[in-house]
């Protein structure tokens, strides 16, 4: 009895490791490039502060400000 509880406790725990896997690869093609430097919009650079203060951004602040009021428009 002990075989078939160890079997299937292994194949879960293999199962459970090749699902973590795959969302950490489809993380990993999602993410935003932590080298960023420069805004997507506009092309100047994005303060060290700001990259610091926010991981993954994209956007200078201004540009970010811009973005936010316009989606705010157009959930409304």
């Given amino acids: 009895m002990a075989d078939i509880i160890d079997r299937a406790s292994e194949q ?3 199962e459970r490791l090749a699902c973590i896997e ?8 999602s993410a ?3 080298g960023v ?3 997507v919009d506009c092309d100047e650079p994005i303060p060290a502060q700001r990259r610091a203060r926010v991981p ?3 956007r200078c602040v201004d540009c970010e400000s ?3 009021q316009h989606a705010a428009h157009f959930a409304r």
Avoid: N
């Avoid at 795959?22 to 093609?29: E, F, N």
């Fill in 66 to 68: 811009a973005a936010e």
């Fill in 32 to 34: 935003v490039p932590s």
């Fill in 56 to 58: 993954g951004a994209t």
């Fill in 22 to 29: 795959r969302q950490s690869a489809a993380a990993s093609r």
């Fill in 12 to 14: 879960a725990e293999r």
């Fill in 37 to 39: 430097l420069d805004c």
